[in-house]
T-cell receptor
Framework: NAGVTQTPKFQVLKTGQSMTLQCAQDMNHNSMYWYRQDPGMGLRLIYY???????DKGEVPNGYNVSRLNKREFSLRLESAAPSQTSVYFCASRDTGGRTDTQYFGPGTRLTVL | GDSVTQMEGPVTLSEEAFLTINCTYT??????LFWYVQYPGEGLQLLLKATKADDKGSNKGFEATYRKETTSFHLEKGSVQVSDSAVYFC?????????????FGTGTRLLVSP
């Protein structure tokens, strides 16, 4: 049981390049999330998927797109990277147990945009 | 909207000292409350949670009590160890989003010296 896995761990892009961050979970969770973490700002929600086939914007969706490929996988795409997207990106998943439920996080992808 | 406020860090302590990290929240509904911990270079891990007023969450010697009257969820530990050095995040989820989304504080870095 690997939990939540993310690839790659590190990535350097040039401004204008595109890339896709991959996330997979093996806990049979319904909901999946993408966050970015910036110094002094905590974690901010980019997009989430409450169930397979649905996606919704979070707090900071501009410049990103997502795909919920199946129940296990949720990818985040940067179509044209900008230096402001330099951050650490975390994927998370959650079952839909309501008030008592918790989110489980992957190890993160550290992205630098030059 | 919902928000979480944590004390600014870093908090610097000697081993075996008492720890308190303050957390207060603003929520329109009746939230669930969480503390997550992030060790260097890793993703976030759930440390403890409380889902109703006066509940006490506890784990690994850490405790936090859900205080509805003061809208607080302060993290405490009686005797910290060097291995507790990490960043601690307070977070909430509430019924307004079906407990789907987490709102995080900005995090508090704890540094424990031998």
């Amino acid at each position: 049981n690997a939990g939540v896995t993310q690839t790659p761990k590190f990535q350097v892009l040039k401004t204008g390049q595109s890339m896709t961050l991959q996330c997979a979970q093996d806990m049979n969770h319904n909901s999946m999330y993408w966050y970015r973490q910036d110094p002094g700002m905590g974690l901010r929600l980019i997009y989430y998927s409450a169930s397979e086939g649905t996606t919704d914007k979070g707090e900071v969706p501009n410049g990103y797109n997502v795909s919920r490929l199946n129940k296990r996988e949720f990818s985040l795409r940067l179509e044209s990277a900008a230096p402001s997207q330099t951050s650490v990106y975390f994927c998370a998943s959650r079952d839909t147990g309501g008030r008592t439920d918790t989110q489980y996080f992957g190890p993160g992808t550290r992205l630098t945009v030059l | 909207g919902d928000s979480v406020t944590q004390m600014e860090g870093p908090v610097t302590l000697s081993e075996e000292a008492f720890l308190t990290i303050n957390c207060t929240y603003t929520a329109t509904g009746y939230p669930s409350l969480f503390w997550y911990v992030q060790y260097p270079g890793e993703g976030l891990q759930l440390l403890l949670k409380a889902t109703k007023a006066d509940d006490k969450g506890s784990n690994k010697g850490f405790e936090a009590t859900y205080r509805k009257e003061t809208t607080s969820f302060h993290l405490e530990k009686g005797s910290v160890q060097v291995s507790d050095s990490a960043v601690y995040f307070c977070a909430l989820s509430d019924a307004g989003t079906g407990f789907q989304k987490l709102v995080f504080g900005t995090g508090t870095r704890l540094l424990v010296s031998p």
